[in-house]
C-alpha cells in the first residue's frame, strides 16, 4: 500500500477549501489527469462519484464514495478498477485570520501489477501538482487570501511519501 501526507496553511477559510474539495464534478477543469466526473447521487455531504484519470494514452475510470463533514473533513474511497483501494481525507482547520491548516492523506493500491508498474511511479507527483492546482484554483476562485499573503508560497509543500 503506497502512502501519501501533506499539510499546509492556506489563506483561505475551511469552509471554502471543504467546498474545493467536495466540488469534484469540477475537477477536470482544473485537476491535471483529471479527464472526467460526475456526481451520480448526493445526499447531504454524502456522494458517489465516477471519475476517469489518466496518465499519458492511459486512462481509469474509477466511482468513489465521499462522505464529508462540512467544513473540517472529507472521506474519499473506492475499491472500484484500478484500484485494489483508496482511501483519501482532507482534513481543514482553522487557523486565524481567515487561514486554514489543510492535512491531505491518501493511501492506495492498484489491482494488477500491470497499473502498478505503468502508473505506480507517476502517482506521487501527480498528487504533488494537484495539491497545488488545488491551491491555485482556491486562489482564483477566492483571492489571495484576507490580506494579500499566501502563506503556501513562502512554505513549500510538506509532503511525506512511504
Not at 19 to 48: I, K, Q
Not at 61 to 66: G, H, L, Q, S
Not at 114 to 125: D, F, K, R, T
Amino acid at each position: 500500500m503506497h502512502r501519501f501526507n501533506a499539510r499546509r496553511r492556506l489563506p483561505f477559510t475551511a469552509e471554502q477549501l471543504y467546498d474545493l474539495a467536495a466540488d469534484v464534478a469540477r475537477y477536470p477543469a482544473f485537476l491535471p489527469h483529471w479527464r472526467a466526473a460526475r456526481v451520480v447521487w448526493r445526499d447531504g455531504d454524502a456522494f458517489e462519484s465516477e471519475q476517469v484519470v489518466g496518465l499519458g494514452p492511459l486512462g481509469w475510470r474509477f466511482r468513489a464514495r465521499a462522505e464529508g463533514h462540512r467544513p473540517d473533513r472529507l472521506r474519499i474511497r473506492s475499491g472500484d478498477s484500478p484500484f485494489r483501494s483508496l482511501d483519501i481525507e482532507w482534513r481543514f482547520a482553522p487557523a486565524g485570520d481567515g487561514r486554514s491548516i489543510v492535512g491531505f492523506q491518501a493511501r492506495w493500491a492498484f489491482r494488477s501489477v500491470a497499473i502498478e508498474a505503468l502508473a505506480g511511479p507517476a502517482v506521487e507527483p501527480a498528487i504533488a501538482h494537484a495539491l497545488d492546482a488545488f491551491h491555485h484554483r482556491a486562489g482564483r476562485l477566492y483571492g489571495p487570501g484576507a490580506d494579500g499573503r499566501d502563506d503556501a508560497h513562502r512554505a513549500p509543500l510538506a509532503a511525506q511519501a512511504d
